[in-house]
């Protein structure tokens, strides 16, 4: 997203914040309404708004369910979470702005989502929102000590134009231990809402923990020119968190941190969350006095707040009346009315109309302003003639720059066609109010570039209809001492069955035995006899192979193998549910793995009538735990040399993880797979000179080799050798003391078939200690850098940062890339990438003197906005 151009909704309401007060609730009256022609479908509208989350989906996107998203960003120390934009970058505060307002319009139209089939897809989304705060928090019992606030950097993931899944390593990763009040209590929020609707406890007890956290330091964390939170600071965040704790908890310190929440200057946003918080002040005590700023939404014209996402705004302010209107405070026609600009049924003032909900009509907007959706076609406006080549459904576009309806629909204009996850945060609750009072419209089967319909039917896909055939294959693992045998028969069930979607059961993904990540879904018998598995395929995989487990004292597998994919895509698996079945049944898709096999439904039957055929086959491990056999060919990106075998990271698991020292520490996990030796090869990407970490294998205790002072090459790699015990265990742990986290980067491991020739000498420690830390360490919270000017040089353009003699938005990204990264922008150059020590005089011009800071780049920004009249200033 070109968020050095999205000025903050601080900027937002300047203009029309004053007068809010001075308008009583009285005053809201109904709209003039047009008529609508798809513009009340509000059942499909809600269904569409949700699928914007599935395209800025990051890290493991099992759950995504769009055909050409998939995983990205696995390398993150934090992995998981949205995009912000129409970039990668992520930045907290609006991720929980718009998770918490999600969750918002779930806690007040509920009805709305479960009369649509809605709800199971914004669980979806907000689990993974949850889950991600939680995982971003360094939890120690109720005290939070850190919090990861920021991943990637702005400018820097800016610069990168293609899909999120190709990018690599995004690098940075800022931790907060304080003073980022505004950000962390937007996380508490939205897990505090995401209890109150779903029941998470682990997502109580993360909320009250962060509240505290929040508390006891207010300060606020502006990410540069890109989130500017200065407006508000964090009294609003901290009031709206406070009435979700409230509302999970009714303990009367949570109420008495609500009765002090902010006035209420602006529409609910990003950077100001007073409105919300009023809001639920007056839903909980009757005072409402705190959100007189409801009394501005009236009117039939355009509610035009600012020109940067003025849609999103638009959509907001219905959320917020459409609420305030359950409790007679709002009347919901307004809503109604506004909506109708949206969704391009009504004209604005200037006689044009724009359907701004991406796919949502014939004529919607086709060519928003992001990377995922056009990967192979930038933002250039000499491109805005190629359309972007995904469709972006439900994505709310940024919409008129004026309150007259300017707007076109052209991928460089960031301004007006960019979307975000806080655009349709407010839009989502929008959609889902009108369905609630007007109850009108219909979801549909179909979509474009949606593999998993969330949808008001018992089932989005039809039952698959199947030609019978038979597989016979022999097993290699020696579990199993006959051949089985499995068919697929067509579907003949009556429809009797109890059918379980995936809202009613619990669906994920689990790592196997391979390290890839199989799908599950876990479900109650209920008293059936059989259990028919219904999937779809989602690549060209023309076989699966799973099983269903149960505990019934030894754990109850049965698997099946080599069953056949028709040509509709879609399989079905019968199972005969044992006698002595337990409380839960687990069904387990092993191939294809991950986003390739999605878990439609189980139909359970009670008298036990078979709609296909399965080979079953019992195992009882000796631990107790189910035992995941994968059919997947051997095509894997593993290779050898002569005795060596070469285990890339996608043949193995890597991943992070957190130290004694609280740091993150890398590993891989690997079968020794024969081999008497191995050597890990490691690139370090800091400065660091030595590494340190350890081997460890579980020999009937944990027996580690900790090396430690291995120099580094002159080429940044490293390779340490490891000489396997004879009691190896089934899996070898590759762990990472020192460099921390993004700091070093495993490459491969080498397996030697016929011994080691070490690089480094260990000394064999047998120990139950799993970690050792070698190196203290010390985190940087937030610094703020200053590139300091030539005094012996004058201005010769001021806010010419490069240099050509012309002052646009080159100059703002060269700023900032200067103070990210001034070894590659900064002085060691003279071109018109560098900040060269004129273009330092011409970019100083805020106070002027002071240095080169991320407050020139903002308030070159400003005065291209014209926002201010001239330059230098002393204030921005």
């Known amino acids: 997203m070109n968020k050095l151009n999205r000025l903050k909704s601080a900027i937002i309401s300047g203009a029309v914040a004053v007068s809010a007060l001075a308008a009583p609730l009285s005053a809201v009256s109904p709209s003039l309404t047009a008529t609508a022609a798809d513009g009340d479908n509000y059942a499909k509208l809600l269904q569409y708004s949700l699928y914007f989350y599935d395209a800025n989906m990051c890290g493991n996107n099992s759950d995504c369910a769009l055909t050409w998203r998939g995983n990205c960003h696995m390398n993150d120390v934090v992995p998981g979470g949205f995009h912000d934009a129409g970039d990668h970058v992520m930045f907290g505060q609006p991720q929980g702005y718009a998770a918490s307002t999600l969750g918002w319009s779930y806690y007040e139209f509920k009805d709305a989502y479960e009369a649509t089939g809605q709800g199971a897809h914004l669980k979806v989304i907000t689990d993974k929102f949850c889950k991600f705060f939680r995982d971003a928090t360094k939890l120690n019992g109720n005290t939070v000590s850190e919090v990861l606030i920021e991943k990637g950097e702005g400018n820097t993931d800016h610069a990168y134009w293609g899909a999120p899944e190709t990018q690599g390593d995004r690098g940075r990763m800022l931790w907060s231990s304080g003073g980022a009040a505004n950000v962390t209590a937007e996380y508490a929020a939205a897990l505090a809402a995401n209890y109150v609707n779903f029941g998470n406890a682990d997502d109580l007890k993360y909320a009250k923990a962060l509240y505290e956290f929040s508390k006891k330091d207010k300060g606020f964390y502006s990410a ?22 409230y509302l999970a908890t009714k303990e009367d310190t949570y109420l008495n941190d609500l009765k002090n929440c902010p006035i209420a200057y602006s529409v609910h946003s990003w950077e100001s969350v007073q409105l919300g918080a009023a809001i639920l002040k007056g839903e909980i005590t009757g005072d409402w006095g705190n959100a007189s700023e409801l009394g501005k939404f009236n009117g039939d014209g355009y509610y035009f707040a600012n020109e940067w996402g003025s849609a999103r705004h638009n959509a907001t302010a219905q959320l917020c009346s459409l609420v305030a209107a359950k409790y007679n405070k709002a009347n919901s026609s307004w809503a109604k009315g506004q909506m109708q600009y949206l969704t391009g049924d009504k004209a604005f003032a200037n006689g044009q109309s724009h359907c701004l909900v991406v796919g949502f009509k014939s004529n919607s907007s086709k060519n928003p302003h992001h990377r995922a959706a056009s990967p192979d076609v930038d933002a250039s406006k000499g491109n805005d003639g190629q359309n972007n080549k ?30 975000a996850v806080d655009y349709n945060a407010g839009f989502v609750g929008a959609a889902a109010g009108l369905y609630h009072f007007y109850k009108t419209g219909s979801t549909v089967s179909t979509i474009e570039g949606v593999k998993k319909i969330y949808s008001g039917s018992s089932s989005s896909t039809p039952d698959p209809v199947t030609t019978p055939t038979t597989t016979t294959t022999k097993p290699d693992n020696g579990n199993n001492n006959n051949n089985t045998t499995t068919t697929t028969k067509p579907n003949t069930s009556s429809g009797s069955g109890k059918t379980l979607l995936p809202a009613d059961m619990k669906v994920g993904v689990e790592e196997g035995d391979d390290g890839e990540m199989n799908n599950y879904a876990e479900f109650s018998p209920d008293g059936a006899k059989k259990a028919t598995l219904y999937l779809k395929v989602n690549t060209n995989d023309t076989e699966v192979s799973g099983g269903f487990g149960t505990w019934t004292g030894t754990w109850d597998q049965v698997e099946f193998s080599g069953v056949k994919v028709n040509s509709d895509k879609t399989v079905a698996i019968d199972y005969d549910i044992p006698s002595k079945v337990g409380s839960t049944i687990k069904a387990m898709v092993w191939w294809p793995h991950g986003n390739g096999v999605t878990i439609e439904k189980i139909v359970l039957d009670g008298d036990g009538s078979n709609n296909s055929a399965s080979a079953k086959t019992t195992t009882k491990p000796n631990n107790g735990n189910n035992t995941t056999t994968t059919t997947k060919p ?10 060596d075998k070469v285990l890339t990271a996608s043949d193995m698991k890597v991943d992070t993880e957190e130290g004694d020292d609280g740091k993150i520490n890398n590993y891989a996990e690997f079968a020794p797979d024969g081999a008497k030796s191995c050597t890990l090869y490691l690139k370090v990407n800091s400065s660091d000179t030595e590494v340190s ?8 205790e944990w027996e580690q080799e900790d090396f430690k002072g291995v120099k580094v090459g002159s080429d940044k790699t490293v390779a340490i050798d490891y000489t396997f015990p004879s009691k190896v265990g089934s899996t070898i742990k590759a762990m990472v003391f020192w460099p921390h986290g993004d700091d070093v980067t495993i490459e491969k491991v080498v397996l030697h078939t016929s011994g080691s020739s070490s690089n480094v000498t260990t000394t064999r420690v047998t120990t139950t200690t799993t970690r050792t830390t070698t190196k203290e360490t010390t985190t940087t919270t937030r610094t703020t850098t200053t590139t300091a000017p030539n005094k012996e040089l004058d201005a010769k353009l001021l806010g010419d940062a490069n240099c050509d003699n012309q002052v646009d938005l080159s100059d703002v990204v060269l700023i900032m890339q200067s103070l990210a990264n001034p070894n590659k922008y900064g002085l060691n150059g003279s071109d018109r990438t560098h900040l060269t020590e004129q273009g330092q005089a011409n970019a100083d011009v805020h106070r002027r003197g002071n240095g080169v800071t991320s407050n020139d780049a903002l308030a070159i920004q400003m005065k291209l906005l014209n926002l201010i009249s001239s330059l230098p200033v002393d204030q921005v």
């Open 390 to 419: 995904y469709l972006l459904v439900g994505a709310l576009c940024g919409g008129p720059l004026d309150a007259n309806g300017t707007y076109q629909d052209v991928r460089s204009d960031y301004q007006g066609n960019e979307v």
């Open 693 to 700: 970490g350890a081997f460890g294998t579980w020999t009937g």
């Open 224 to 245: 540069g020119t890109f989130y500017d939170a200065h407006w508000t600071g964090s009294e609003d965040e901290i009031a709206w968190a406070a009435g979700w704790l």
């Open 634 to 643: 051997d095509n894997s990106s593993s290779s050898s040399s002569g005795n």
